[in-house]
């Protein structure tokens, strides 16, 4: 019967001693706004392994601290880096405390990079001397003037883990999104070589696939109602332009006021259809002796724009039928010496309505 009693005394012993333990760590660790007091100071003096350590785990796992800091290093004898340093400030406003997170709110001062880099500027336009003497010219002004400042408000986040409060900087959902966007100008890239290729509808495939990764997209949603407007635009194109018909090909040596013998064309088309058309593009394949294309030629015998005049300002009307002055032809100055001369095909391959 004593031992029991011994052992239950005992067992309470222990369990008052751990329990002391915990309330002794749990009094003894430094509070959330000690830690990020630390963390601040350690950051903005580049004390890169210490900063480091007080980051939350999660964090930790994301980047390394090579990866964080590698392009963080500082001259600490520089001059100008020493003013710099020397004004930047901070100031813990508030910080609220759960049982496993904190939200802080910080005000940050610091030299207004604006500021410095006009008085940079104008001392490079005035005096051609190199980088490290023109940094310690500024630096020599603002050891006596003051330095212009600006400050800003910041958000800091903590998490309690077993050895205490660290920041959490959620380094995971800022590189995800990173990922996000960079796949994002990857994918709207893709699509505008597709829409210089005409292949339209890969193209809107492209923009879905950006809005699968940001719905709100503006841009996406507005380039694929335009690409579905330039596909049916093109689907009536190409079944008008079965209304519009091109004859009377004909392909010779022309003589003008230039040149004796010149390479030239000429035609007429009409329109058919019931719709007017401001520009018409004609392409003419030429040919050599055995039948190959060896050039193209491309027109625009109806072409209504604000830069055009004469003739080829006006639109071709439904049953209008467009020819040539007399007299006047299509030359083809990059036809090559190999081609036969009459050998020629041609098709509309382009058409604009005019309403």
Request: charged share 30%.
């Amino acid at each position: 019967m004593t031992k029991r009693i011994i052992g239950v005394l005992i067992f309470s012993i222990i369990m008052i001693l751990i329990t002391s333990c915990d309330m002794m760590d749990k009094y003894t660790q430094p509070s959330a706004k000690e830690i990020l007091n630390k963390y601040l100071n350690a950051s903005f003096q580049n004390k890169n392994l210490e900063a480091y350590k007080y980051i939350s785990s999660e964090d930790k796992t994301v980047k390394s601290i090579n990866s964080v800091y590698k392009n963080s290093t500082y001259d600490k004898n520089n001059p100008f880096t020493k003013v710099m340093m020397k004004n930047i400030s901070f100031q813990i406003l508030n910080v609220k405390e759960t049982t496993n997170t904190a939200d802080a709110i910080v005000q940050i001062t610091m030299p207004d990079i604006s500021i410095l880099f006009k008085d940079f500027v104008n001392l490079t336009i005035s005096d051609q001397k190199d980088q490290s003497k023109l940094q310690e010219e500024i630096a020599q002004k603002y050891e006596t003037e003051t330095l212009p400042t600006i400050s800003k408000k910041e958000k800091f986040y903590l998490v309690k883990e077993k050895d205490g409060w660290k920041i959490f900087l959620d380094w995971k959902s800022k590189e995800l999104e990173n990922k996000k966007s960079k796949k994002i100008s990857s994918l709207l890239s893709e699509a505008e070589q597709l829409k210089e290729k005409k292949k339209l509808s890969s193209a809107i495939l492209k923009y879905e696939e950006v809005l699968a990764l940001n719905g709100e997209m503006v841009e996406a949603k507005e380039a694929i109602q335009k690409t579905k407007k330039e596909i049916k635009d093109i689907k009536e194109k190409q079944k008008y332009l079965k209304e519009v018909k091109l004859y009377d090909l004909k392909a010779r040596m022309y003589s003008s006021y230039l040149d004796d013998e010149i390479p030239g064309v000429e035609f007429k088309i009409k329109n058919n259809g019931n719709r007017t058309l401001r520009k018409v593009e004609v392409t003419v394949y030429f040919k050599n002796s055995q039948g190959t294309v060896i050039s193209e030629e491309q027109y625009y015998p109806v072409l209504v724009t604000e830069y055009s005049y004469g003739s080829d300002n006006k639109p071709l009307k439904p049953n209008y039928i467009w020819q040539q002055e007399k007299g006047h032809f299509y030359k083809a100055d990059s036809v090559p010496t190999e081609w036969k001369v009459g050998s020629v095909s041609a098709n509309i391959t382009n058409i604009e309505f005019a309403n």
